[in-house]
């Protein structure tokens, strides 16, 4: 079965069976349809909650303290300058309720579109101590003054 996706299976799998019960038109393949439908809901739900969540993992993976502390030496101008030298123009955002880009205002797909972005990892709306506090207030500060730079180099068109 080289060259097919899970996807193409499933298709397969439903056609298939609905073309049991054209054939067959008795009650007991329409309750096992039914039967194989609850299972296939009950699949592609759990694959839609399981990729979601690795999406999350990759942010809360490890101890947001320590995923901040670059911060207490970083120096917003010098890095901004840096990428602007490579050509990078993505903006910084920061992990709240929802993903925020600092400095920006009005449709947040409009930058991301355009400028692209670099999430700050172990930012949160959910602060675990004090530290992580200040951290993440000096992320969301640093953020700002990285992407004033950005914004004045690469005007949004």
Known sequence: ????????????????VFRKVREAHSRAVITTMNKYLIYLILIFFSLSINSSCTER???TS???VEQLRWLCKANPEQDAKQAIAKSDFRLMAVYGYTLIIPGTKGDFKKYEKFYGIRPILGTSDAIQNEEHGTLNALASEYALKYNRIIL??????
């Open 57 to 59: 993992k990759k942010q």
């Open 62 to 64: 490890a101890n947001p």
């Open 1 to 16: 079965m080289c060259g097919w996706t899970f996807l193409d299976l499933i298709g397969i799998f439903i056609f298939n």
């Open 152 to 157: 004045k180099q690469k005007k949004l068109e």
